[in-house]
């Protein structure tokens, strides 16, 4: 398979002054370019923040968080004439229990040229546990203004798949050396794949690609050339 850079062009767009890039998400069969992951060196603060320091942190709120960030990639898209479609955006992990994130995610991308359709919001694993009372309600509030989601399972794996929940996301994300080691992330892959979700291997290798595919991950991100 053919080995394209590993990302686009880097650049910086106006909204927050965020310096922003786009990683590939590849077609492992083919290494066709199908998506971007926006990667911003912004991080927000998961921290509390209460009385006069909540009101002066930008990022009190990880809606508005999320909200910026769809802003910026949709302009930093337009910027370096980015075709592919959907770009990924990493939320913040308070952002799936927070009452005014769809709302607030529904209202940036009406600023822009861009759908909701056009974007997958991605939400670590950890994240469900957060949201875990409210999980389908937020989920679905997304979903029902168009966005799609992700389930970023890198760091651990532990959400429960129940049937109502498989029928909402649209992707995971795993690390691709720890399918080799856990039995387990195989089944879990297997199970994603059936429920029709699509699996990203990041910093997957290019010799693995058809190992990969055999167990159902059919797309890899930060891919590593061969040793």
């Known amino acids: 398979m053919p080995h394209p850079s590993s990302h686009l062009p880097e650049t910086v767009v106006a909204t927050r002054k965020r310096r922003l890039r786009f990683d590939r998400i590849v077609h492992l069969d083919s290494g066709d370019q199908v998506a971007a992951t926006a990667v911003t060196d912004m991080r927000f603060s998961e921290r509390a923040a209460f009385g006069p320091a909540a009101a002066q942190n930008e990022?009190?709120?990880?809606?508005?968080w999320l909200a910026d960030a769809i802003q910026n990639a949709a302009a930093g898209a337009m910027t370096v004439d980015l075709i592919e479609r959907p770009i990924h955006i990493a939320a913040p992990m308070t952002a799936l229990a927070h009452e005014n994130t769809a709302i607030a995610c529904d209202a940036a991308v009406r600023q822009t040229r861009f759908c909701a359709q056009e974007f997958v919001i991605e939400f670590e694993d950890a994240a469900t546990q957060v949201a875990r009372h409210d999980l389908l309600t937020h989920i679905e509030s997304l979903r029902r203004r168009g966005f799609r989601i992700a389930l970023d399972a890198r760091k651990s794996f532990?959400?429960?798949?129940?049937?109502?929940?498989?029928?909402?996301?649209?992707?995971?994300?795993i690390e691709a050396d720890a399918i080799w080691s856990d039995p387990s992330l195989q089944d879990k892959v297997a199970l994603s794949r059936e429920a029709g979700m699509d699996v990203i291997a990041q910093n997957a290798k290019y010799r693995d690609s058809e190992a990969l595919i055999r167990l159902g991950v059919e797309y890899g991100s930060g891919l590593k050339a061969d040793a």
Not at 59 to 64: I, K
Not at 158 to 173: A, I, Q
């Open 59 to 64: 990022q009190a709120s990880p809606a508005t």
């Open 158 to 173: 532990e959400t429960k798949l129940c049937s109502n929940l498989r029928l909402m996301l649209d992707t995971v994300r």
